[in-house]
């Protein structure tokens, strides 16, 4: 019983601190380039550091915050479900691609996690270019976010994620 109660506790502490951590940056103003990559990042660490569930909690709570806080503009309102979406698939399919090509999630920084890295990146970017292309109906300039530049953001806070991560001193 106690062991359940340290896991649980190390699960909501962790997620905490990682959603307090992309918070800041998602208010603190950065561009586009800058708070994309963190976020992405900081949902990779939390599968490395904690499980794809936290990375999941994480991933479905910026976009909503980022949107009341008004750091999401209006006409990206239609585009939240789908990011929400799109972060849980990463997290998800971060860990499952990352077993089947056997990374050593201690160690992820090889050529196997960066594969991880990119096809889950690849599986966010494809759902919401899909559905800016064929189910959500948002200005040209939304929709040109959502195309390639999330690909870019989330493989550039993958890397980062695994950078960082090899200098965390977590157990």
């Given at each position: 019983?106690?062991?359940?109660?340290?896991?649980?506790?190390?699960?909501?502490?962790?997620?905490?601190?990682?959603?307090?951590?992309?918070?800041?940056?998602?208010?603190?103003?950065?561009?586009?380039?800058?708070?994309g990559?963190?976020?992405?990042?900081?949902?990779?660490?939390s599968v490395l550091t904690v499980n794809p569930f936290s990375g999941a909690a994480i991933g479905v709570l910026t976009p909503l915050i980022a949107f009341v806080r008004g750091i999401l503009p209006p006409p990206l309102a239609p585009m939240i479900p789908f990011i929400a979406v799109g972060n849980v698939l990463l997290v998800f399919a971060f860990k499952f691609t990352g077993s089947?090509?056997?990374?050593?999630?201690?160690?992820?920084?090889?050529?196997s996690g960066l594969a991880a890295i990119f096809l889950s990146s690849l599986l966010k970017f494809s759902l919401l270019a899909g559905a800016v292309r064929f189910l959500v109906e948002v200005p040209a300039p939304i929709s040109q976010m959502m195309t390639l530049p999330q690909l870019y953001t989330a493989v550039a806070g993958g890397i980062l994620a695994l950078v960082v991560f090899r200098i965390l001193p977590v157990k």
């Open positions: 019983m106690q062991q359940t109660m340290l896991a649980e506790t190390r699960f909501w502490t962790r997620t905490a601190i990682l959603l307090a951590l992309a918070l800041v940056f998602q208010m603190g103003g950065f561009p586009q380039p800058v708070t990559p963190v976020i992405n990042a900081v949902l990779f660490i089947l090509l056997k990374v050593d999630f201690k160690q992820p920084l090889s050529g």
